[in-house]
């Protein structure tokens, strides 16, 4: 295992391909795609995501294949004060720990803010943050 040197902009002895706090925001950063109307959103590339829809933005998203989309993280933000909503096409294909494992609706409540971030794992969009959304099945 190889460490990375302790130093500025890294204060602890990481191993080297570990998945750091730094690696996520590295994952998420880049320019986001803006969602202007109702639609799908592409399952298999991560992404961020504002939506700028002057309605709400009915949006759906496959689930991820097992295995080949492990790991892909998207992030929604809205910049309009709609309950926009994330549809998935089967029960559980969206899970977040607080809820059954039979939602399939995540709606962001109508406040411009609300956000999520979730990440797909063997078939699964699992939350890893949220503000202002619940989910329903």
């Not at 979730?118 to 969009?125: D, I, N, P, S």
Request: glycine content about 10%; overall charge negative.
């Amino acid at each position: 295992m190889t460490l990375l040197p302790t130093g500025p902009g890294n204060q602890v002895n990481t191993p080297t391909g570990a998945f750091t706090d730094r690696a996520v925001a590295s994952l998420l950063a880049g320019p986001y795609v803006p969602i202007t109307a109702s639609g799908a959103i592409n399952p298999h590339l991560p992404g961020k995501y504002v939506i700028t829809d002057a309605g709400v933005a009915a949006m759906t998203l496959a689930a991820p294949t097992v295995g080949a989309d492990d790991g892909v993280l998207i992030e929604i933000l809205s910049l309009t004060a709609y309950a926009h909503t994330i549809t998935t096409p089967a029960a559980g294909d969206i899970r977040d720990g607080n809820t059954s494992d039979h939602d399939t609706v995540m709606t962001f409540n109508a406040h411009i803010g609300a956000l999520c971030i979730l990440e797909a794992y063997q078939g699964v969009w699992y939350v890893r943050a949220e503000v202002g959304c619940s989910l329903s099945s």
